[in-house]
């Protein structure tokens, strides 16, 4: 007697495919390309993965439910001028300039180039057809094989804007790039993807950053679905800044994957703040002796906002360090969750590995998840991991308050300082700058 099983999701797949078929009919004649056949192909492994659901542990406190409930459309993006950016630029930031409206490049009002010191950007699709692309097509070759993540496939099929960044050997890229993805949701709901291969050659330095926002004046839901490779050569150093302020009702799905070989540094530093739902992989895998970790997090949650970071350091060999801080404010009805993991595997001796999420919630109806998590099958090692969920230290409050600090002023004082913990870790003056301006006027929302 055989079962038929019903997928849960089979209309919300068949809505992307018709998605994919109607993009499909507008690339006049591009159809025969390298990345056409690769985009077609992950499509088809859409109907082999299933979409996350709450009985996963990994999705546990996170329903996508209303996030696949839109019917989506792509490539479809307003004119915008120069005073439209001007909100999201970083005062005082010398760097290459890329601008996405609902995921498409907006070249008139970009910034980019021309490049020196090293560092290479050109389309994917450009890559794929020039020499040397047996690189990249080893990187998406190996993306799609076993997948398993129903929003990366979804991202390799529609993202047709993607970059590839890279830093040759021993360069020292002065000018970070700064990649504005913006939101511009109306009648139509966009669906925005993005990917991006960096590779950072052998004694190489680069910074890429990414942010995430809404125009002013536009309203709606969108999807922002976001996946970055990042490759750290020997004794390379990558530092990522990924800023979002999204909508009130956008979504946003991030994947991000990074391998480091030996006596490589990467260094994320990610601030959340806007969003409807937002969900945030981040993973690296340390594959040679010497390299160094860090993961830096802000998030601030608001109203009815979902945010969750989920982390994974894999410490495959010995003598590596990790560092994670995520600290965060919750209130209102707004729900954060975070769920870290450190692997230290049996031949990862010597490993240093640190972890701690704090969290405060402000309010009786917001709540905060917390996991962070040691698997240790090493000896010789030093790790450490907590977490605290807890409310503003009223003695604190008190004490700024018999200081002549009205009450709220004395409570905002003390959230900004217990967030500023972790921006003091960002390595640009004027980025730090920058990201608190932008927690200062969630503050004032």
């Known amino acids: 007697m055989s079962t038929i099983v019903q997928d849960r999701f089979a209309e919300a797949k068949m809505r992307f495919q018709a998605l994919f078929e109607a993009q499909e009919n507008r690339l006049n004649g591009q159809q025969g390309s390298a990345l056409h056949q690769f985009r077609r192909k992950a499509l088809g492994l859409l109907e082999e993965v299933s979409f996350p659901t709450r009985r996963d542990e990994e999705w546990k406190y996170t329903s996508i439910n209303r996030l696949l409930q839109a019917d989506y ?11 439209d950016i001007r909100p999201f630029l970083i005062p005082g930031l010398d760097c290459h300039l890329f601008v996405f409206v609902n995921g498409q490049l907006q070249e008139s009002i970009s910034h980019c180039g021309p490049f020196a010191d090293g560092l290479s950007v050109k389309t994917i699709a450009s890559a794929l057809e020039e020499e040397g692309a047996e690189e990249v097509e080893t990187i998406l070759t190996e993306m799609l094989e076993g997948q398993k993540d129903a ?17 040759s050997r021993n360069a020292a890229v002065k000018k970070p790039l700064y990649l504005l993805h913006l939101a511009a949701p109306g009648t139509n709901v966009p669906f925005n993807n993005h990917m991006n291969l960096t590779i950072a050659e052998p004694n190489s330095d680069l910074s890429v950053m990414e942010g995430y926002f809404q125009l002013p004046g536009s309203q709606g839901s969108y999807f922002h679905n976001q996946f970055s490779y990042i490759q750290a050569g ?42 409807r739902l937002v969900r945030n992989n981040l993973r690296t895998k340390l594959k040679a002796p010497g390299t160094t970790t860090n993961y830096w997090g802000t998030y601030f949650a608001k109203g009815e906002q979902h945010i969750d970071n989920h982390t994974f350091i894999d410490h495959a060999v010995p003598h590596c360090v990790s560092n994670e ?33 704090s969290s405060l919630v402000l309010s009786e109806k917001a709540a905060m998840d917390t996991k962070p998590e040691l698997e240790i099958f090493a000896d010789d090692v030093r790790c450490s991991h907590g977490a605290t969920i807890g409310q503003l230290d009223e003695s604190a409050v008190f004490y700024l308050r018999s200081r002549g600090l009205p009450d709220a002023d004395a409570r905002a004082m003390l959230q900004h300082a217990f967030l500023g913990e972790v921006a003091e870790n960002i390595k640009l003056e004027a980025v730090r700058s920058f990201t608190e301006q932008l927690v200062h006027s969630k503050f004032e929302e």
């Open 325 to 357: 801080l995520y600290k965060g404010i919750v209130t209102d009805k707004a729900t954060g969750v975070f769920n870290g993991k450190v692997l230290v595997r049996k031949d990862a001796q010597k490993t240093n590995a640190f972890q701690q999420n």
């Open 151 to 167: 929003f990366k496939v979804l991202n390799a099929a529609f993202a047709s804007n993607g970059l590839l960044i890279k830093a």
């Open 73 to 83: 459309t792509v490539g479809e993006s307003p004119r915008i001028t120069e005073a």
């Open 234 to 275: 020997e004794n390379a150093h990558v530092h990522q800044y990924r800023l979002q302020k999204e909508g009130l009702e956008g979504f946003l799905v991030s994947n991000t994957e990074v391998e480091q070989d030996g006596n490589s540094t990467f260094t994320s530093f990610a601030l959340d703040l806007g969003g």
